[in-house]
Structure formats: C-alpha cells, structure tokens
C-alpha cells in the first residue's frame, strides 16, 4: 500500500512532457507574440525616453510630474531613479497585470477548459498521469514568463542602462507570471466551471492591483504604503527595479508560489475529472417566469459576470476618490509645482485634471468589459448553443438585441458606480460631496461613446466575420496600448486618433463639447447596425 | 399548387456549398402531413445541413426549399412556432437547470403541455434539477426530447436524436414518436440507426454526397433491392454466367450463391429448378445491405436504377 502511494506521485506526472508539447504546439503562435510583444516594451520606453529627454534636466522635471502625480503612482507605481531605466520601469509598472492576466488564463485554457468541453478525459484515458495536464498548463505558463523576464531584461541591458535594473524589471515580470499561474491553477480545481475559475483569478488580480494603488497612489511616506505588502504586485514594485534592488522580496514570491502550487496539486489530487472542490448544486425543476424569452436568457448569462465587474468598478471608484485628497497635498510640499497649479487655475484644477485620466481609465476598462459581452455573444453561436434558440420562434435581431443590451448598458452601469463612488469618497473627504458626486459620475459617463465604439466594432466582426470575432480583443489591446503608452512613446496624431478615448474632452475641468461625443455614438450606432445587418443575413457558424 | 402547400416540407434541388465543398448537391426531399419520415445517410452526407437550411439557420445556394408552407429563410419566426427541433448533440448552459431549458424552449416555441412535460421527464427518468454542466451525453439528449415532445408542434424535426441514449430510452423514444405520429404530427428523423427507421419510419430518403438516392416506403426499397440465393442443385449448372440480374455469382460445383434483382427472380429460378434444386435459402435484402449499396463508393450508382 505505502510503495503504491510513494509511486503515486510519479505517476501522477507520468506524461507531463507530452502534455507540454501539447500545449506549446496548440499555443505555437499566441505564446511568442505575447511574450515578445511585451518584452520589447520596456526597451522600447526607454529609446523613447532617452529621445525625448536627453538630458539630465529634462528627466527631472519628467521625473518631478511622474514620481508625484497620484494618476501616475497609481497606475504604475513608484518612481526609484531618474535615469531612462527607472523612467521606463516606472512606466512598465502596468505590465505585471497584463503578464499576469495572460498567465492566469493560459492555465485555466489548458486545465479547466479541456475538462469542460471533454478534451481532457480523452487523453486522460491515455498513459497520463491526473497531475500532468495541471503540471504542464504551470510549466508552460511559468516558463513563458521566465523566458518573458529574461528577454525583457537583455532587451534593456543592451539599450545601454544598469544590467542590474533590466534584471530586476525582467524578474518583476516572472514573478507577477508565476505567482498568478499559480494563483489561477488554485483557482482551476475549486471552481467547476472554466467562468468561475476565470471570475476567480481575475477577481484575484484586480484585488491585488487595487491594493497595489491603494498603497503607492500617495506618493512616498504615505501612511496606507504599507499595504503594498499585502499584494503581490506590490512586491513587485518592492523591489525597486533600477532603484536599490531589493532582492530578496522576490523569496516572498517563490515562496508564495510554492504555497500555491503545492495547494492546487493536493486539490487536484482530491477531486474527480470535471468536478470542482465546491460541490454542484441542483437547480430548480421549472424556469422562473423570468426566464421565458430570449432577453431573459441573456440575463441568466450575463448577470453574474456583470455584478462582478460592478463591484470592481465600484473598488476602482473608491481607490481612485480616496487618492485624489493626496494630490492636494503633493503640491503643498512642491512649491514650484503650487506655483505652475495656481496660475493654472488652483489646487480644483490639478484635483480635476487627476479625475479627468482617471475617468479615461475607467473608460478603457469599461471597453474590456463591453468587448466580453459582445463576445459572449459569438460564444453562444460558436458553441451551438444558439441554435435551439434561433430555431425557437426567436428572430435573429431579437436575439442580437437580448445580448447587446448589456454591452450598451452594462458600461453605462458601471461608469456611473465607478464615478459615482470616486466623486463621493473625495466629496465626503472634502467636504463637497454635492459638488463633486454629479462632476466625477458625468466625466466617467463621458466615456461611454468611446466604450461604445470599441464594443460596436466588435458587433460588426461577429456579424461581418465571425470567425474573426476573436480579432476584437486586438483592436482593444491597441486601444489600451494608445491609450496608456501613447503619449509616453510619442505616437503619431493619426495613430492616437484610432482609438477613440482620445476623442472624449478632458472632464471635469476641461471644456465640454458634444460634438466628438455625437460623432462617436453615431460611428457606434453605424458599427452595431452592420454588424447585425450581417448576422441577420448570413449562415450561423459554429467555432 | 394548393396541394403543395400541404406538405410540410418540399424540397427541391437544393444547393448549399461550404468553400469548396458542396454539402448539398441538388437535394429533393418532400415530407407528407402525418408520416414519420426517414432522412438517412452516412455521416457527412449533408443531412444536417439540409435541417439548418430547413430550420432558417444556413442560407441555401440554389433550389428551393418550402416549410409548413413558408419559406424557411423568410418566414423562419413565424414557421418556428409550428415546430420543435431536437439536435443531434444538444449543448447546454452550464448554469441552467435542465427544467429551465425544457420551459425556455417550450416557451420560446409558444408553448408547452405541462403535465405532458411531467409525464415525459418521468417516463425518461430525468432528473430536471441538474445543471447543465452535470448531465451525461446521452441525458442532455433527452434534455433536447422532452422539450421537443413536450411542445405543441405540428412538424418535429429530429437530427439524430438519439446519440447517446442506453437501449431502454431508445425503446421510451420509439414509443413516443409514434404517440406523435397518432396524434397527427409530421416527424422528419434523420438518422444513422437502422433498426430505429426500420422500425419507425413510413416514407425514407436516403442522401449521399448531398443528393437524394433513394426515396420511399420501406417496401417499395426493398423490391428495389436483391434477394440472396443459397441453393444446392442436382448438377453442376452451366449458362448461368450470362443470367440477367444475378450479382455475384459464385458456382461452387452442385452449389451456387448470387444475389438477384428483384425483377429477375422468376427467371432466375426457373433456370435452376430446371437443373433441379436439392435444396435453396432465399433471404430478402436486410435494410443494412440497401444502405450499405448506396453508401459505398465502388458501386456504381447505375446499378441500382
């Protein structure tokens, strides 16, 4: 009995290589374009600084607007040098979220969802071991992030700056990778479903990043700094990449991630193939009134992805209105920084001009919100489960419109939440919450024809060229890459143009005008119309 | 023209292609009010297909196609309310409860018999509270049935549905399908299992390769179709060789095996008993070796005409 089980864990990873040339051979061509995609990026800040800022001047006052703003801070973290390398690093500091976010997913694509549409129990009918396919969704994850560390750190040290800081950045890189492959190959045997386990991880991240703003948003010395200890991201930023690098915060990580990993192994262990650790619940016998048409079927699907990206919103709100009291502050311990925001209009305007990226923010990520739901959408055709459906007395525009309510709404919803609670945390901290609750919700609502434009032109894939619907996430990355790398790498006018969040007026505090706003919501409208022109008139197409 | 508009479904010379290939090609399918009609062929053949085609799912090509009188691409909201469709794999959400699946079809359709939905679950033994992700193959299928049975449709149309059951529910299926055909609705029931049509269907087509083949009663097949000859004769025979309608001869001294046309069998016998027959098996062509004829590519197809 005891030499069975101390053979059972080989076993359990007999074919764990096979499994990993599985995976890298289905993700031959996504692994490489992300990784390397991202990996020139922090090179590529620092051409862009080094050309933008060749002397030692210029990077100070570069430097005296990016290590204070509270924007800044929050979104990338902390400034720790004022050379290109830390400039870069500093501006690098929303990468560790996106390598995340691909890590985790990569798992749960390889372990949760390989249950779910059955694929796993074929091959685990074969000479596999129950731990391997977990074992190598983590190897390929966990390797594609070291070799994204690695790249990442030669591309910079061969850009000329401290090899020691390239490594560093590169090694911030891998750990975010590895401690939320790990995080999401937890997350992967709890759940049941590949949603959940996806819900899980993200929700995971997004606490995480909030944490991680939470603490560096008020500049150094502030007192919620140390908070950046309770988030892994934080430790990133920690180890102060091109600063004095602190390298034995990256033994919390490996540690963390030995934790994690170990967890999910004896869960897997635990478990049946396609079962989660939490129990299936039964349902009810007979559907609710509710649900008796299309639109409340859409409602059962989109409903909980829709809460759980509300209450995100609604902890991005009150992160980024409790910050912008410090932005005040900054200035009355910078007296040429007061100077230049009083001549500018007073310490309103630089608490304005805070809220006017914010909201931009959150516009980006309402987008990514509204780009899913659209893809939902496809979803429900490319499985087929649309065509009961269809083939009910359910028109195809009906359906359509069961489904884009929430792309349309569901933004609206969450801007006003996040707008909302921003304008009433820094009203109610400074006194004005009348002021500043109807002032923070319009310049978040603002967004919406932006949003909307990005979700429209998915509609029109998914009508036009379905099997291209996938296409749309790349449109909103580019979108994301305009939006929060476009200035800093000095793109053209034509490509900032592309995305259309550049369109939206600077608000609050900036002049309002409608027309940008109309004409986007008319490209919005003319988008969605093609593309459910299209659906209407073509063949469903399964994945 | 008034009694074409009576056939729940006509189709004629329908063409649907997918890039390069041509899933259906000049496809005829008429279905009279009150049969159970079988659509067979091999997998690939363009039977699904021609449903989603019937269904307002794909667009077709060319031809025309008709629907409870409507035209199934225009008409397919109005046309849905009449029918009720069972896939041949039925996909379901994985948080919905299979009870609400079979009243959200139910409802969409326009209605559903409630007691007859109890009745079916019962008599199905499926247990409606399971989510979707949680049902085995062969119970999302009857998930897809008790929807379909359950509602007040004229016209059923079954894509292979019974993939996945166990014996017992195939035996539940055939039982229902026939209370369906009493109560005087139309089935169209694609499918790959022969003892199902055999023991189902009053009309069958038979497509391959995106054609109808074949089209039929079961009887009127089968007189197409070749008896088997085992006889032992009194001597060794001769001039059977240029026998009309006799295939595969085999003369094996005093004994001879072939299979023979139908139309040729008088003949046939005539020219062995007068060798004189010690003893003869005849067996009538099995369903399984009409199909196995028109699915297999070295026969010609001119052989069957």
């Known amino acids: 009995m005891s030499g069975a089980e101390n053979r059972g864990a080989g076993h359990a990873l007999v074919g764990t290589g096979a499994m990993v040339r599985l995976i890298l051979r289905r993700d031959r061509a996504v692994l490489p374009i992300w990784v390397l995609l991202i990996a020139v990026m922090p090179a590529a800040f620092v051409a862009s600084f080094e050309g933008l800022f060749p002397t030692e001047a210029d990077r100070l006052r570069y430097a005296r607007t990016s290590g204070t703003s509270p924007t800044f801070l929050a979104l ?101 990778g590895w401690v939320f492959a790990a995080a999401a190959a937890v997350a992967a045997q709890v759940t049941e479903g590949a949603g959940a386990a996806r819900g899980l991880s993200v929700a995971a991240l997004g606490a995480a990043f909030a944490v991680r703003m939470a603490a560096d948003a008020g500049g150094r010395g502030n007192g919620l700094q140390w908070l950046s200890w309770l988030s892994p991201l934080g430790w990133g930023t920690r180890l102060a990449p091109f600063g004095d690098e602190r390298w034995w915060v990256l033994l919390l990580g490996a540690a963390l991630v030995a934790v994690l990993v170990a967890a999910a192994g004896m869960l897997s262990g635990r478990r049946d193939v396609g079962a989660g650790i939490l129990p299936p619940s039964l349902g009810p016998a007979e559907a609710p009134v509710s649900l008796s048409g299309p639109f409340g079927l859409a409602w059962r699907l989109h409903s909980r992805p829709l809460y759980g990206w509300l209450a995100g919103f609604a902890a991005l709100g009150v992160v980024f209105g409790g910050v912008a009291d410090g932005v005040g502050d900054l200035v009355k311990d910078n007296p040429g920084l007061e100077e230049i925001v009083t001549r500018l209009g007073g310490r309103t305007a630089i608490t304005d001009a805070y809220f006017a990226s914010a909201t931009g923010l959150l516009g980006v990520f309402a987008a990514g919100y509204a780009v899913s739901a659209v893809l939902r959408m496809r979803a429900e055709e ?108 000095r793109m053209d006018q034509w490509v900032r143009d592309v995305s259309p969040f550049d369109h939206v007026p600077e608000l609050p505090g900036g002049e309002f005008t409608a027309a940008p706003l109309v004409w986007l919501a008319a490209a919005a409208a003319v988008l969605t119309a093609a593309g459910m022109g299209g659906f209407r008139r073509r063949d469903l197409s399964p994945g | 023209m008034t009694q074409h508009s009576t056939l729940p479904i006509e189709v004629s010379g329908l063409v649907k292609t997918f890039g390069r290939t041509r899933a259906l090609d000049g496809l005829d399918l008429t279905v009279r009010a009150g049969e159970v009609h079988g659509f067979l062929g091999p997998n690939g053949a363009g039977k699904s297909t021609a449903i989603r085609i019937l269904l307002g799912l794909l667009r077709a090509d060319g031809g025309t196609a008709r629907l409870l009188g409507g035209d199934p691409w225009k008409d397919a909201t109005r046309l849905h309310r009449r029918l009720a469709y069972v896939p041949g794999d039925v996909t379901l959400w994985p948080n919905l409860s299979g009870g609400e699946v079979i009243d959200l079809l139910g409802r969409m359709r326009g209605g559903l018999d409630r007691r007859r939905r109890d009745e079916l679950l019962e008599r199905f033994e499926l247990d409606p509270r399971k989510k979707g992700r949680a049902y085995s193959k062969g119970n999302r299928q009857k998930v897809g049935l008790v929807a379909a049975l359950a509602s007040d449709a004229d016209l059923l149309v ?33 499918s790959h299992i022969l003892s199902e049509v055999e023991a189902l269907c ?84 099995t369903l399984e070796e009409l199909f196995l004829r028109h699915y297999q590519d070295e026969r010609p197809r001119e052989a069957v005409r």
């Open chain 1, 76 to 176: 990338y973290g902390p400034l720790h040098g004022t050379d290109p390398g830390a400039l870069a690093a500093q501006r690098a500091g929303f990468i560790p979220v996106i390598v995340a976010l691909v890590c985790a997913l990569t798992v749960i694509r390889h372990t949760r969802v390989e249950e779910e549409t059955g694929r796993r129990e074929l091959l685990g009918a074969t000479v596999l071991g129950r731990g391997a396919g977990l074992a190598a969704a983590l190897l390929v994850a966990m390797g594609a992030s070291a070799v994204l560390g690695a790249l990442t750190a030669a591309a910079m040290a061969a850009g000329g700056v401290s090899a020691a800081g390239a490594v560093a950045l590169g090694l911030q890189f891998t750990m975010a």
């Open chain 1, 382 to 489: 490319a499985s087929l489960r649309a065509e009961p459906v269809l083939a009910a007395a359910v028109g195809r525009l009906r359906w359509q419109a069961a489904h884009l309510v929430f792309p349309l709404l569901g933004p609206a919803a969450a801007l006003a939440v996040a707008g909302t609670a921003a304008g009433l945390v820094h009203g109610l901290d400074s006194g004005d919450a009348g002021g500043w609750v109807p002032r923070v919700a319009g310049a978040a609502l603002a967004q919406l024809p932006a949003v909307w434009t990005v979700a429209a032109a998915a509609v029109a894939l998914v009508g036009l060229a379905p099997r291209a619907a996938a296409a749309s996430w790349g449109g909103y990355a580019a979108v994301v890459v305009i939006s929060l790398f476009g200035p800093t790498l």
């Open chain 2, 158 to 190: 079954l894509d292979e549905p019974t993939s996945g059951l166990d014996p017992l529910m195939e035996e539940v299926f055939q039982e229902c399908v026939r209370e369906e055909r009493d109560r005087g609705r139309t089935v169209l029931l694609s």
């Open chain 2, 202 to 285: 009053d009309r069958v087509t038979i497509i391959r390769k995106g054609r109808a083949v074949e089209t039929g009663t079961l009887a009127e097949l089968r007189h197409l179709t070749r008896t088997s000859i085992d006889a032992e004769l009194a001597a060794p025979p001769d001039g059977l060789r240029d026998l009309p309608g006799a295939h595969g001869l085999r003369v094996d001294g005093r004994r001879v095996r072939c299979e023979v046309d139908t139309a040729a069998l008088d003949e046939v016998l005539r020219r062995l008993t007068s060798v004189g027959v010690r003893s003869l098996t005849s067996r009538p062509p």
